[in-house]
């Protein structure tokens, strides 16, 4: 849902990542990848057999399961109604595709396809039901999928980031975009991603990973509008309610490919944090600081692989990191959740999550994240429950 000398796109990113998953290895001819979604490790890895590999780090004490039984849950949030909404990348499908863009042939193909993305709605007793599916989603030949991404509400109507589709990955008719969930459990298209993404190219468009249909990942509702980045091409943009697209922001021209995965809106300001490249080097990455005009700073530094941002209600900024160690891929167990202090300290609050992506606060006060979401056995996601009250002691 999706590393080194290549850059990689997060789509989930493809968000999410085979090249994150123990277990899937990169063909000796590949190229070197950099990050999450569609992308392999940077050297080619063999995993060692399930019983020869170590056991997972525990969940920190202040850590339990909210819920389970999620395929590859990404970007979560929760609704006026109390419950939690959390989109699905899915499995992809039976159907294979080498993608049917004009003139245009991806590094990631053969995609295996189906509609098998959705949104799921978590009441407080962690009981899922399905608010909308049949979504697309793709599994590319490392085994990345890139399906739903993130959801947000505006008022009372739902909006969900569609990231799977487009002719990259063989949806002619699906394009990559933002659709509006109807109360019936139908989806009407809001913004054609693909078509905008297609028309404006980043300045990232020369690496080698890149992708028309570009990796969507997250999504914030501010001012009336809808904000996204994009793993994949390196940008912040802004949809408004009647479909309307417009670049805010190309962080690759200043950044280069630092694989913007995650994004929150704070005081106004938007807030940026880069999963960054493969091999992972811990302390690599920052999260940015991008007005509404696109001035960017840096707002923290020293980090590693983010895939989420939150921000509490003192106005502290919580940072999940896929993995805090020098690695070729995040390993199950490796995650964190992170706070940043007034001088940019780390303050260290749960541990022991694995394959983590996408994180919120809860109206208890609570962080929720999505854990086995690109990586392991597709039907092991679930969501976390943090307390962040409670120092992570194991």
């Known amino acids: 849902m999706q590393i080194s000398s290549r850059s990689s796109t997060l789509a989930v990113s493809c968000i ?21 979604p569609t992308s392999p490790p940077s050297t080619p890895t063999v995993a060692p057999p399930a019983d020869e590999q170590a056991k997972p780090a525990p969940l920190s004490a202040n850590v339990t399961t909210f819920a389970s039984g999620l395929v ?16 699905e990348a899915g499995s992809g499908g039976d159907t294979e595709s080498m993608g049917n863009c004009e003139g245009f042939t991806s590094m990631f193909v053969p995609y295996r396809t189906g509609m098998t993305a959705r949104v799921s709605r978590i009441g407080p007793d962690g009981v899922r039901s399905t608010v909308v599916d049949n979504l697309p989603s793709a599994q590319d030949k490392f085994g990345d999928v890139i399906g ?23 949806f002619a008719d699906s394009p990559a975009g933002i659709v509006k969930v109807n109360s019936d459990g139908t989806s009407d298209m809001l913004a054609d991603l693909s078509a905008f993404f297609t028309a404006h190219p980043a300045a990232a468009g020369n690496e080698e990973d890149y992708e028309p249909d570009g990796s969507a990942n997250a999504v914030v509702a501010h001012d009336g509008k809808l904000y996204i980045v ?39 300001n938007f807030y940026v944090g880069a999963l960054g490249k493969f091999p992972i080097r811990v302390g690599s990455v920052n999260v940015y600081q991008i007005t509404p005009q696109g001035d960017m700073s840096v707002a923290a530094k020293g980090l590693t692989a983010v895939l989420g941002l939150a921000f509490d209600e003192q106005g502290r900024l919580y940072v999940l990191e896929a993995t805090h160690e020098d690695s070729d891929y995040p390993g199950p ?60 002691m194991r």
């Open 16 to 36: 999410l990542l085979c090249a994150l998953i123990a277990g899937c290895a990169a063909p000796a001819a590949t190229p070197a990848p950099t990050a999450i």
């Open 72 to 87: 590859y849950p990404r970007g979560l949030k929760f609704g006026p109604d109390g419950a939690l909404y959390v989109a």
């Open 230 to 268: 994009n793993a994949n091409h390196g940008s912040l943009d802004e949809i408004t309610l009647d479909g309307q697209v417009r670049r805010v922001l190309d962080i690759t021209a200043s950044q280069g490919h630092v694989t913007p995965a995650s994004l929150t809106v704070h005081d106004g």
């Open 333 to 392: 167990g490796a995650g964190r959740v992170v706070r940043v202090g007034e001088a940019g300290e780390l303050e260290v609050i749960a541990t022991g999550l694995s394959f983590p992506i996408g994180m919120t606060f809860g109206p208890d006060g609570a962080l929720y994240v999505s854990n086995y979401g690109y990586g392991g056995d597709p039907t092991a996601g679930e969501v976390l429950r943090i307390d962040v009250n409670s120092r992570a």
């Open 148 to 170: 739903a991404s993130d959801v947000v509400f505006v008022d009372q109507t739902l909006y969900a980031v569609s990231s799977g589709g487009g002719c990259s990955r063989g």
